[in-house]
């Protein structure tokens, strides 16, 4: 589990033995996590893993057949209004009210939000999320990335101290996906924002934080640097050289004491694995001293290749 | 914390929700055409050949139009936000679900009440006839308004139930005339000849075209504004619990 963690009187959100049943499946079983101050925790998983049944379960939408939810200190199941108050939340699908126009839209949830000074709210929100040139019309016409920047923009109106937001790059091409992910990014350090995502490479980029969650249960909680450090890949040297070289070089590399194993392909290219997952790279220049190579290059690893490797026959 | 946080930026957006879509001004026309329709017809209302200062031809059959009408305006309520998913983003607002419930139920009856409204020109008409007892003319428009609300109600369970509005549509027309047909004369003779004099008495009181004519005739009577007051209260709350159920399926 996540170290390093701040006081409690920065717990944005408590969550603690979640248990939800869809009929005879137990979709979150016992899932308990906490969330800090300054924390962006990206929340991965298969689709049907539960992270979308967690999510609606910290926001007051479902009532858990077991455990609590506190939000900024608030019992959902005795306080929520109070916690929904503090709560900013982008469901999955950004729903939206077709036939009102963005303005009009983003008035009635500062309303219901009893917003002191809803257009100020509004043109700070506008700014941020850069909706100026569509405000006057109705969200039925928008682009999806539009549809889901209208989304974020409710999901902020009312400065929240936490954010919940679901798949919120979800369907939207590179571009917009890039611009959504500087927005959250460039959020308050003041915040807690948990995101799902099975976009691995968008976990790596704006989370500080990442849990992977399967049938329900949590199987990781860390940061993405250090599940990265875990993936097969990790500090993995490949090198590209001569054909008729490769063998003798192979032989030689699988000899050294801190080499786990090496492995052929292309005919031109070798990876290394390194005993322990170290960064063996000056080893691997010192023993090849003098050698012709086409190209070295250290594998940080990926985080998807973790996802696969721990999700790997429990995902159906 | 009230029970009802939220009803009022509900109500809000709601009733704007009618004149946001041509559907607000499709149900008005509709509506005045029809009630016009019926009141002018030699085959309803005859107001025209009865020539008596007297608005009896417009509302005896105005419980019958909203049979129609009002599950139409009931319908979208929540089966387009459990559709559209905007009932998580409403129900995850701070808002209550009965304040959630009600602003959507007293927007519709003001909407309703709006068309109602709008059918002033009949009250010239009769007026311009002779001199009209005014106690049953706003006796008319209060049962007629309590009548639609009830219906509303009615339907607003079936939307609640259902993300399909045309089952929702179906459902608050079957019901809303079930309550009528149970008080028709006919109906109520059969009923006794079948299950006993108890029987009919206690449909005869349960009975809505039985208190709307009532009102109708500038009675206000107690028993009759309890009717509309528990019916209409009896289904909003069956509606909520409903809601509570079905709103994540």
Not at chain 1, 82 to 87: T, V, Y
Not at chain 2, 218 to 226: D, F, K, Y
Request: negative net charge; glycine residues 10%; contains cysteine.
């Amino acid at each position: 589990m996540n170290a390093e963690r701040g006081s409690s009187s920065d717990v944005l959100i408590d969550v603690n033995g979640l248990v939800k049943h869809y009929g005879p499946i137990r979709a979150v079983d016992g899932v308990s996590f906490e969330v800090h101050r300054g924390d962006i925790l990206g929340f991965l998983g298969p689709n049907g893993a539960g992270k979308t049944t967690v999510m609606k379960m910290i926001t007051g939408f479902l009532e858990p057949d077991q455990g609590s939810v506190a939000v900024a200190g608030f019992d959902m199941s005795t306080d929520g209004l109070e916690g929904k108050r503090k709560i900013g939340y982008l469901p999955e699908t950004a729903p939206a009210y077709g036939e009102m126009t963005v303005d009009g839209f983003l008035d009635f949830i500062g309303q219901a939000r009893d917003v002191l000074d809803v257009e100020a709210a509004i043109e700070r929100v506008v700014e941020a999320t850069g909706l100026e040139r569509v405000i006057h019309q109705t969200i039925e016409t928008l682009s999806k990335g539009f549809q889901r920047r209208v989304g974020l923009a409710q999901a902020l109106i009312h400065d929240p101290e936490i954010l919940i937001l679901d798949e919120p790059t979800d369907g939207l091409d590179p571009n917009q996906k890039a611009v959504v992910q500087e927005l959250i990014s460039n959020l308050s350090s003041e915040k807690g924002i948990v995101l799902s995502t099975h976009i691995l490479d968008e976990a790596e980029r704006i989370c500080n934080r990442a849990m992977i969650i399967s049938q329900g249960k949590i199987l990781v909680d860390s940061t993405p640097e250090a599940l990265i450090a875990r993936a097969p890949s990790h500090n993995v040297i490949r090198i590209s050289l001569p054909a008729d070289r490769v063998a003798e070089i192979s032989e030689r590399v699988e000899s050294a004491a801190w080499c786990d194993r090496v492995e052929r392909f292309a005919d031109t290219m070798l990876d290394v694995y390194p005993a322990g997952g170290e960064n063996r790279l000056d080893e691997l220049m010192s023993l090849l001293g003098g050698t012709e190579l086409h190209g070295v290059h250290l594998q940080e690893g990926r985080l998807d290749e973790l996802f696969r490797e721990i999700t790997k026959g429990i995902a159906a | 914390m009230s029970r009802l946080t939220g009803m009022t930026a509900v109500y809000r957006r709601e009733f704007r929700a009618y004149f946001s879509s041509p559907l607000g001004y499709v149900f008005i026309v509709i509506f005045l055409v029809a009630s016009g329709f019926l009141t002018l017809s030699r085959d309803f209302g005859r107001i025209l050949e009865l020539r008596q200062a007297d608005l009896a031809p417009f509302f005896n059959y105005l419980p019958w139009l909203f049979v129609v009408l009002v599950p139409a305006v009931a319908m979208r309520l929540w089966s387009e936000e459990r559709k559209t998913g905007t009932v998580e983003l409403l129900l995850t607002l701070p808002v209550t679900l009965e304040g959630a419930y009600l602003g959507k139920f007293l927007a519709g009856l003001t909407f309703l009440t709006l068309s109602l409204l709008l059918t002033w020109p009949v009250i010239f008409q009769v007026a311009r006839l002779g001199d009209p007892d005014w106690g049953a003319i706003f006796g008319g428009y209060l049962a007629s308004v309590l009548t639609a609300g009830a219906f509303l109600a009615v339907g607003m369970l079936f939307s609640a139930l259902t993300k399909n509005q045309v089952v929702a549509f179906i459902l608050g027309v079957a019901v809303s005339a079930l309550f009528l047909i149970l008080g028709l004369p006919q109906t109520l003779e059969m009923l006794g000849r079948v299950f006993g004099g108890f029987v009919e008495q206690l449909f005869s009181g349960l009975s809505l075209i039985d208190h709307f004519e009532t009102l109708s005739r500038g009675l206000l009577e107690v028993r009759s504004l309890w009717f509309f007051a528990l019916f209409t209260l009896g289904w909003l709350l069956s509606g909520m619990l409903v809601l509570d159920r079905t709103r994540a399926a």
